[in-house]
């Protein structure tokens, strides 16, 4: 689709920190006019929900496994939205998608060794 291109993956030890980014790759899709998302998927599971956040930034919600851990915020002037994830444990290795609209990212690998 192109309209969402996330960046920022890598390999970190458990407890290390990493922030991921997505930005819109199509012009004229507009990250403002949607709730945006982070999805992931582990190898050998089904893909799942870690964060939102609302239009307004005023509304953000996190799985229970994240939660306290985990930051979605967006910067609709740039077009952009972020995962700040400190304290990372093996458990959330996994490829980590961004959604915007109707549009994902092409995700990116995320691995904690332990």
């Known amino acids: 689709e192109g309209a969402a291109a996330g960046v920022g993956g890598g390999l970190v ?25 982070w999805f992931r998927q582990a190898p ?7 964060t939102a956040i609302g239009r307004s930034s005023s509304s953000t919600y996190y799985a229970d496994s994240v939660k306290g851990r985990f930051t979605i915020s967006r910067g609709n002037a740039r ?3 972020y995962l700040q994830m400190n304290s990372l444990k093996p ?3 996994a490829v980590y998608y961004c959604n915007a609209g109707s549009s994902w990212g092409q995700g990116t690998l995320v691995t904690v060794s332990s």
């Open 13 to 37: 030890q458990a407890g290390g920190s990493l922030r991921l980014s997505c930005a819109a790759s199509a012009s004229g899709y507009t990250f403002s006019r949607y709730s945006l998302a």
């Open 44 to 50: 050998g599971k089904e893909r799942e929900f870690v």
């Open 79 to 81: 077009n952009t939205m």
């Open 91 to 93: 458990e959330d290795t």
